[in-house]
């Protein structure tokens, strides 16, 4: 009988391994595809980070912009709303008007 059990005994651990191998490898194949998912999700937000950051930098340029506008058309109506007539030469018998 004790051959009969060395045989079973090995085929046992064959099998064993073999199960083991399988369970290993399934293991492995779950950590690879947690590990890209994790990447693809990295990638993902600083993607959309970079997205968002550059968006926000146009805004304030663009918001920057508008500012200056805004303040330089106030200039100019001012100037020539109040400035521009006192300046003028004027010409002589001319009035001016209310």
Known sequence: MGALEDFLGGIGSIVSGFINSILALIDGT????QNVIFALITLFTSLLHAVFSLF??????????ITVLVILAIGWFAYTQFFAESTRAKRPGTKKRA
Request: hydrophobic share 55%; no cysteine.
């Open 30 to 33: 779950v950590q690879v595809i």
């Open 56 to 65: 926000g930098n146009f805004i304030t340029f663009i918001l920057g912009n």
